[in-house]
Every structure is written in C-alpha cells, then in structure tokens.
C-alpha cells in the first residue's frame, strides 16, 4: 500500500478518535525504526506533535495485545472464505466493533464502557487543523538527535535519503558520520573522530515535502532514470 494512502487512513482515524499522544509502529517502510535516518512518514508524525516508539525486531511479545487480536480477528473473521478485500475488510471491522463495544471484558463492562476516554483522546484533529499547526520546527528538533553512518565510496560519495552526495576522494572506504543542524538547515558530513568534511544544503527537510511524503521522491527518480 502506498505511503500516502496509509497517511489518509491515519488522517480519517485522527479525525474520528482524535490525536494521540504517541504511536506504536513496526519497523520498516514507509514507518521506519531499521534506517538511520527518519521517513517521511516518521517525520510527518514528529510534526504533529506524536511521540513514536518502534517495536524492536523479531519481539512481537513488545506488542502482545495487537499480535493477540490479529490472531483472533483472522479467526473470527474467517479470512479463509472472504471472496475479496472488501468482505474481509467489514468483516473484521465487525469483529472489532463486537470486541470493544459489546463484549463484557471488566467487571462485565465492554472495554468501551470501562474505559471512556477512549472515545476520543481529547485532542481534536481536522485538516484544516493540520495545514495550519504542523510543525516543521517540531520535526526538526527529533531529526537532529539523529546520527546516520555511511560509508564512503570509490568516487568519494555517500548516499543521503537517495542522492549521491560527494565527500572526498581521499574519504574512500571510511565511515562517515551525517546529522542535521536545524539553525543552518544543512547536513553536516563529519569523520568518524568528529572533523567536519563539508555541510550539504538539507534539501529533503522542508514542510511542503514532508507533509506530502516527497521527502526523497525526486532524488528517487534520478537514480531510477540513471539506472535505465
């Protein structure tokens, strides 16, 4: 599933239930966690305020209580014998309105009736909201406390969110460090002992591109239309 259409998809829950605290994500694309550097989607998070936490890998214990109602709702849902996408997927919503609204789980309240704030989280979301309170600066104060490491290559460049960045010739074969300096907006490319090499315009960090996930879709193009 494309990236921009799981953002819609959190969009439409925010508005319903409203924004969250934080998120409980998965490693892996367009979510994250594995790279060193965040996504897009990942930054787009940062920027409306939500704290994110990645599951570690191959530990579905972290997560226990989805991990155990996927299981259920596929059994429930009898996924099996659902002839298209459609069916399975109000077939599982029905399992889920039935486990939270209607089951007795504490002291003979639904979970819905025992715990009331769930209904929303008291942190109104719209559209409209988000075009006019995300936060570029938010998301740049997480992106700084990221440190990537890459390796040099044999014409003396690394790659950085996609795009080849020239380093030093006489770097070949050496790891170099890359973080980002909010009050520049420049990538600072340093040795792995600290010494700076060179900053490089921070491109990809910019509220337009994030908002819309095309943090490192031109540089992705290039490289395709190199590679044909």
């Known amino acids: ?32 966690g594995w790279f060193d550097l965040p996504t897009s989607f990942t930054m787009w998070l940062y920027g409306l305020d939500l704290k ?3 599951n570690p890998p191959a530990t579905p214990e972290e997560n226990g209580v989805i991990e155990r109602f996927n299981g259920l709702g596929q059994r429930w ?23 939270r609204e209607h089951m007795p789980s504490i002291q003979g309240k639904s979970r819905m009736q025992a ?20 936060s570029l600066e938010k998301a740049e104060d997480v992106l700084e406390t990221y440190r990537a490491k890459r390796k040099v290559g ?25 973080q980002y300096d909010r009050g520049s907006k420049m990538w600072v490319i340093s040795t792995a002992a600290g010494a700076v090499l060179r900053t490089v ?6 509220r337009e591109k994030i908002m ?17």
């Not at 990236?3 to 994500?25: C, H, K, V």
């Open 52 to 54: 994110v936490h990645f």
């Open 115 to 134: 715990y009331t704030a769930v209904r929303h989280s008291g942190r109104p979301y719209s559209r409209q909201w988000e075009e006019e309170n995300w």
């Open 77 to 99: 849902a009898e996924v099996g014998r659902c002839v298209s996408v459609a069916q399975l997927q109000e077939q599982l919503n029905e399992v889920d309105e039935i486990q």
């Open 201 to 206: 315009p921070a491109i990809e960090v910019t």
């Open 154 to 178: 044999s014409q003396g460049r690394i790659s950085l969110y996609y795009r080849p960045v020239y380093v030093s010739e006489r770097q070949r074969g050496s790891e170099v460090h890359i």
């Open 1 to 32: 599933m494309p990236a921009e259409q799981i953002q819609e998809y959190f969009r439409t829950w925010f508005e319903r239930w409203g924004l969250p605290e934080g998120m409980r994500l998965d490693n892996g694309f367009p979510w994250g």
């Open 212 to 228: 819309t996930l095309t943090m490192y879709e031109e540089a992705k193009e290039k490289r395709r239309g190199n590679a044909g």
